[in-house]
């Protein structure tokens, strides 16, 4: 009783620094602090250690802030998590209109959505995986997802969604931007992209990104789930 009052005590004290040295109000610092992964560290403290004060908490915090996760003016992406399930198959993953151009058909029930995150969470442990989901930092709430699909001559391949209710606000060009300065930095030199022609957004997004258009290519069946032909767009973006 007593470790989970000090540890209550701990987190408070850690939002109170989270909000004064970030100029934020307490909810928003809590929301912040919330979606690191500084709490998941807490609940698997077994030793105390991570409770030592709330500056070492606050420094796990700004840890993750630098590596672990990619931050942009109104976002914070970070790394997928199961209580992602919720709010992933009722922002978007459910919905049609989402995934009308995606190769995957939106999920019936949160069955579906939690078995296709526990298989990312299984593929984190592959280096080759990259995915982030991209939550509002203000209230912490998952909205999309953006990941690497897939690599061509070593190049990674991005691919993304948004939950249909923050489309058309600019978020995923600065999700993207975010993203693509974080492949650079990791050493990949050029970095690629392909969307349906008829996805007038998405390929807005990649031409306000810097992405360059290369060619096109014609798919008999979009993928193994929709028979229907596409033609895509092929683009490229070098460092
Ligand atoms: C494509 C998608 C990611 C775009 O996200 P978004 O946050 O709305 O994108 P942004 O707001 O950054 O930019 C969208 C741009 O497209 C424009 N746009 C969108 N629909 C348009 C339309 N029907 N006609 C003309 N322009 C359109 C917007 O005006 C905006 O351009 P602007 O900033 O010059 O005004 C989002 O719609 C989505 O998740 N779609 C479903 C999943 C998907 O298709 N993923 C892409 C796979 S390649």
């Not at 928003?28 to 709330?54: H, K, P």
């Not at 993207?176 to 300065?181: D, P, S, T, V, Y």
């Not at 979009?222 to 070098?238: A, G, H, I």
Request: overall charge negative; some cysteine.
């Amino acid at each position: 009783m007593e470790h989970v009052l000090s540890k209550t005590i701990l987190i408070s004290q850690t939002i109170e620094l989270i909000a004064k040295k970030y100029k934020l109000s307490i909810e928003e610092a809590r929301n912040r602090f919330y979606q690191s992964d500084v709490i998941e560290m807490l609940d698997d403290d077994e030793t105390g250690l991570y409770g030592e004060s709330a500056l070492y908490l606050l420094s796990l915090y700004e840890d993750f802030l630098k590596n672990k996760c990619i931050e942009t003016q109104r976002l914070l992406l970070r790394k997928p998590r199961i209580e992602d399930a919720e709010p992933m198959f009722r922002n978007w993953a459910s919905d049609p209109e989402v995934t009308k151009y995606l190769t995957w058909p939106s999920h019936e029930n949160i069955e579906v959505t939690k078995t296709i995150i526990n298989r990312w969470l299984e593929e984190e442990k592959d280096p080759k995986t990259i995915r982030f989901v991209i939550t509002l930092k203000n209230s912490g709430d998952p909205i999309g997802a953006i990941d690497v699909v897939n690599y061509i001559d070593g190049s990674p391949e991005i691919g993304y969604c948004l939950s249909r209710k923050y489309w058309n606000q600019g978020l995923m060009t600065e999700a993207c931007r975010g993203f693509i300065h974080h492949l650079f930095s990791r050493g990949f030199n050029k970095v690629r992209i392909k969307a349906v022609v008829e996805n007038i957004g998405s390929n807005r997004v990649i031409e306000k990104c810097g992405f360059k258009f290369t060619h096109q290519e014609h798919l008999e069946h979009q993928s193994s789930f929709k028979p229907n032909p596409v033609t895509l767009n092929c683009y490229e973006l070098v460092k």
